[in-house]
């Protein structure tokens, strides 16, 4: 039977995929790993741990004869800006306690890079595969390191990572949290409740964006290609379309019209002037078939139509 650990299996990510998981291989196949404020509905296998701490990893793999590790746990890039040396130990030094337990136990790994990889020297439109990487954030940061520890453990020890560089990802399942494209997030939850909201970014603040079906579907996929399909053992480029909060605000207007808006850029403006607008992903959509399923409209209209109903439910 499969044994899959599920790190941050609570977050923006993992609360997605592990039920995607559990359908796909069985409940018992499942370990979620968190924190102990887990959601109180939560049916199936649960161990609350720090990345941190390789020890408590390495005796959960062991306990649970784990044989592939989605590592989801993470800072977003708003908290890494706030505390540097927590996104470094989270981000960096829980990835690599990962990576050095997958190599003794010969485990199969994920591991998601970001959009934020990317810096000021990358050319923006249509970002290539290989390009200028030189992030100037702290988050950034962490991703190409991550990105080079990938890459090596797959050169010295065939370590079987795989790895995409997710765009901004917009989930109607938990609250906006401390990243950059979370204001996407948090416009329809405002919307719905105060038919108010401010945009901390210029009208014009154009991103890479993802519905999250479309992400885990990606996320899975990669998983389970064959090998000789996986090229990139750094981090595949990954995209579906691009926005900005005017674009963003044109389409939620059909469900809200009412709604109002204002801008007012915040310091996170810096962070999104150095990622890309656009991404070419053709190398995934090559090598192991990624094709994007839903579109800006179908986004939307799946957010306001979930978050309403939440709201309707007595959802803060
Ligand atoms: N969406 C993330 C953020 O905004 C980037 O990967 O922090």
Known sequence: MKKILVTGAFGQIGSELVPTLQQKYGE??????????????????????????????????????IDTIFHMAAYLSVKS??????????????????????????????????????????????????????????????????????????LKYGLDVRSVRYPGL???????????????????WKAIKEKKYTVPLKADTTMPMMFMLDAIRATVSIMEAPAEKIKIRTSYNLAAFSFSPEDLYNQ?????????IEYKETEIQKIADSWPQSIDDSQARTDWGWLPQYSLEQLVEAMYTNIKKQIDNGAK
């Not at 249509?126 to 080079?148: A, C, D, F, H, R």
């Not at 059909?254 to 109002?260: E, G, I, N, R, S």
């Open 28 to 65: 018992q196949s499942v370990v979620a790993m968190g924190h102990s404020n887990y959601p109180k509905d939560f049916k199936g296998i649960f161990e609350s741990g720090e990345i941190t701490d390789i020890k408590f990893l390495k005796e959960l793999v062991a306990k649970h004869q």
């Open 81 to 154: 800006e706030m505390d540097p040396q927590g996104a470094w130990e989270v981000n960096v030094i829980g990835l690599k306690n990962v990576l050095d337990i997958a190599k003794e136990a010969k485990l199969q790994v994920f591991w998601p890079s970001s959009i934020a990889v990317f810096g000021p020297t990358t050319p923006r439109q249509n970002t290539p595969q290989i390009t200028p990487i030189e992030p100037t954030t702290m988050y950034g940061v962490g991703k190409l390191t991550g990105e080079s520890l990938c890459h090596y453990y797959h």
């Open 170 to 188: 917009l989930d109607y399942k938990t609250p906006p949290s401390l990243g950059t494209t979370e204001y996407a997030k948090e416009i329809f």
């Open 252 to 260: 939620i207007k059909k469900f809200v019209p009412d709604l109002v």
